[in-house]
T-cell receptor, first 114, second 113 residues
Framework: EAQVTQNPRYLITVTGKKLTVTCSQN?????MSWYRQDPGLGLRQIYY???????DKGDVPEGYKVSRKEKRNFPLILESPSPNQTSLYFC?????????????FGPGTRLTVT | QKEVEQNSGPLSVPEGAIASLNCTYS??????FFWYRQYSGKSPELIMS????GDKEDGRFTAQLNKASQYVSLLIRDSQPSDSATYLC?????????????FGKGTKLSVIP
């Protein structure tokens, strides 16, 4: 089954404790992206990657890091989480067709930072 | 700033009626347009994509695109309570090598039995 998976699905942590949220896709997609979703603010892009070893900032990259060492994986790293990073996080992937950039989303990770 | 605007709703329609969801975008060069459905606490699910002016139908869903007016809409015929969700409009902005999507904040649809 074609899918994007994320782990963990739920995480409660404390300020300053480094964490990693994993994202993996089995569709051989080149493009992967991380979003956060907050009430009233909608989906905002954090980082994206066009392919292995190619990453770039989205609209809200501060406080986050990413890496793309393998095509299927795109982990999101919070080195020193703060309460304002409490949010619902989604990973998405897409092939890089000439016209179609349909993105498929993972199930989400709900993060609470106390 | 490339923007995508949607009415936040809630939009309430009776079961069996047509629900009409609207979206405008600011980047005139945008090429690809998508509608996602998102149930509360769940991930966005792609339901329609449209790339050229006119209508595109898929089952009970019809997407309409008017690039001159910078307007895209989604019609849901024979609305069902299971259609109650937030609908997100997403636009691929213009620009060489641009594969990103800009999302609207979504319209909440409520279908009343």
């Amino acid at each position: 089954e074609a899918q994007v998976t994320q782990n963990p699905r739920y995480l409660i942590t404390v300020t300053g404790k480094k964490l990693t949220v994993t994202c993996s896709q089995n569709m051989n997609h080149e493009y992967m992206s991380w979003y956060r979703q907050d009430p009233g603010l909608g989906l905002r892009q954090i980082y994206y990657s066009m392919n292995v070893e190619v990453t770039d900032k989205g609209d809200v990259p501060e406080g986050y890091k990413v890496s793309r060492k393998e095509k299927r994986n795109f982990p999101l790293i919070l080195e020193s989480p703060s309460p304002n990073q409490t949010s619902l996080y989604f990973c998405a992937s897409s092939s890089l067709g000439e016209v179609s950039y349909e993105q498929y989303f993972g199930p989400g990770t709900r993060l609470t930072v106390t | 700033q490339k923007e995508v605007e949607q009415n936040s709703g809630p939009l309430s329609v009776p079961e069996g009626a047509i629900a009409s969801l609207n979206c405008t975008y600011s980047d005139r060069g945008s090429q690809s347009f998508f509608w996602y459905r998102q149930y509360s606490g769940k991930s966005p699910e792609l339901i329609m994509s449209i790339y050229s002016n006119g209508d595109k139908e898929d089952g009970r869903f019809t997407a309409q695109l008017n690039k001159a007016s910078q307007y895209v809409s989604l019609l849901i015929r024979d609305s069902q309570p299971s259609d109650s969700a937030t609908y997100l409009c997403a636009v691929n902005p213009s620009g060489a090598g641009s594969y990103q999507l800009t999302f609207g904040k979504g319209t909440k649809l409520s279908v009343i039995p």
